[in-house]
C-alpha cells in the first residue's frame, strides 16, 4: 500500500450520476421514472495507492466501475483523469484514455473468451491498440506478461477451461497491463475465487502495484478483503457514498450508522472475543434505487434516525469532534473490536 501520495490525484471523480431510465409501452415508450444507481458521488484516487469501494449488492459499486471506464455514458457529473474531464470524451480521444484505464472483472469463468487461445486473449489490446506493440513483438510481450502473473509463458495455446479459477483471473488480469495502465478498475475480482485463491489474487495485485506503481480502485462486498489491499476506503449505499477515510479510520473507528453495522456483521475468529461486541441488526430491505427515500437514504434502516433525516439530505463533510467525512447528522465514532486479520 501507498506510504504517501503527491497533492493532484491522477483520478477525481465530482458530482457523479448515472440514472437508468424506466419506461412503458411498446411502440411509444414513455418515462415514468429512473433507477438511481449512482447519485452524486465523490472520488479521488492518488497515484500509487489503492481506494476501497465497498457496500451491499446493489448500492452502485459496479455501475461506478462501468462509468469510470466510461462503459457508461454518465447522466452528470465529471470524471477527470489528470484534469481532463473524460465523461465528455468520444471516439478516438476516449480511446486514447481507455490505454490509461483498465479493468479487472468479477467473473474469470465468463470475462474469458472459451473460443480463443489465452495468447489471443493477453494480445487482444494490442489489435484495438495497434501502435502499442508491433505484430512481430507480441507473442514476446504476451509471454512476458503471462510470466509476471505467475503463469507459464509456454501455455499461450491453451484454452480457458484448461485452466484453474485463479489462473483464469491472473490471464484477466495480464490482459489488463497489456497496454501499461496508470489505473485498474477492479470489480469484485475474487469474489467468486476461493478464499486460498483469493489470497494468492490478492498477494499479485500487491506486488504489481509495488512494481509498477499502478493505482486500484479496488471494489469488493468483502470487508476483509477490502481492509487488507486499501489505503483509502469509500462506503457506498443505495447510489451515494456515506463515509470515506482510511483504513484504520473505517475499521477502527467508523462513524456512519450503516458503517458501524456493516462492520458488527463481520464474523469473530476469536471465540474468546465473540462476547464483547454487540451486532447491530437492521430492520427491513434496502430501499428501491428506483424510489429511494427522501432525505437520507439509510434512515429507513437506522436507529439514530430523526424527523431531520427526513427532510435534510446529510453532506459528506467531517463533523465536528470527528477526523473523516461521514454523511450523518449524528454520526459518531464507535470503536469497534477488530475482527479482520491483515497479517
Not at 469473530?268 to 434505487?289: F, K, N, T, W, Y
Request: hydrophobic letters at 40%; proline letters at 7%; charged letters at 25%.
Amino acid at each position: 500500500m501507498a506510504a504517501s501520495r503527491p497533492d493532484e490525484p491522477v483520478l477525481e471523480v465530482r458530482g457523479l450520476v448515472k440514472h437508468f431510465p424506466l419506461t412503458k409501452g411498446i411502440l411509444f415508450k414513455k418515462q415514468i421514472g429512473a433507477v438511481q444507481a449512482v447519485d452524486g458521488i465523490d472520488l479521488k484516487l492518488y497515484k500509487g495507492e489503492t481506494l476501497g469501494v465497498v457496500g451491499e449488492s446493489g448500492c452502485g459499486k459496479s455501475t461506478t466501475a462501468r462509468l469510470l471506464m466510461r462503459l457508461e455514458r454518465p447522466t452528470a457529473g465529471q470524471i477527470l483523469f489528470h484534469g481532463e474531464d473524460i465523461a465528455q470524451l468520444s471516439g478516438k480521444a476516449l480511446k486514447a484514455v481507455r490505454r490509461n484505464i483498465q479493468i479487472v472483472l468479477q467473473d474469470p469463468y465468463s470475462s474469458l473468451n472459451p473460443r480463443m487461445t489465452v495468447g489471443d486473449i493477453v494480445a487482444e489490446p494490442f489489435e484495438i491498440h495497434k501502435d502499442v506493440a508491433p505484430k512481430g513483438s507480441r507473442r514476446k510481450l504476451v509471454q512476458e506478461l503471462l510470466e509476471v502473473v505467475g503463469l507459464n509463458p509456454e501455455h499461450i495455446h491453451r484454452y480457458p477451461h484448461q485452466f484453474s479459477g485463479g489462473q483464469r483471473q491472473r490471464i484477466g488480469i495480464a490482459r489488463g497491463l497489456a497496454l501499461r495502465p496508470e489505473i485498474i478498475v477492479c470489480d469484485e475480482p475474487v469474489s467468486a475465487l476461493d478464499v486460498s485463491v483469493q489470497a494468492q489474487v490478492i498477494n499479485l495485485f500487491e506486488k504489481l502495484q509495488d512494481e509498477l506503481g499502478l493505482s486500484y480502485v479496488f471494489i469488493a462486498h468483502d470487508l476483509s478483503v477490502v481492509r487488507h489491499i486499501s489505503d483509502r476506503v469509500a462506503v457506498m449505499y443505495l447510489g451515494k457514498v456515506v463515509e470515506t477515510g482510511d483504513e484504520e479510520q473505517i475499521y477502527e473507528r467508523p462513524t456512519h450508522p450503516y458503517t458501524q453495522a456493516l462492520l458488527s456483521a463481520v464474523p469473530v475468529p476469536d471465540p474468546s472475543l465473540r462476547g464483547h461486541r454487540d451486532q447491530i441488526m437492521l430492520e427491513g430491505d434496502v430501499p428501491s434505487p428506483a424510489n429511494p427515500p427522501s432525505g437520507c437514504r439509510f434512515r429507513t434502516r437506522c436507529w439514530k434516525a430523526q424527523d431531520v433525516c427526513s427532510v435534510e439530505e446529510p453532506e459528506l463533510i467531517v463533523r465536528e469532534g470527528l477526523d473523516h467525512p461521514s454523511a450523518c447528522h449524528f454520526a459518531s465514532i464507535r470503536e469497534v473490536i477488530s475482527t479482520i486479520d491483515v497479517s
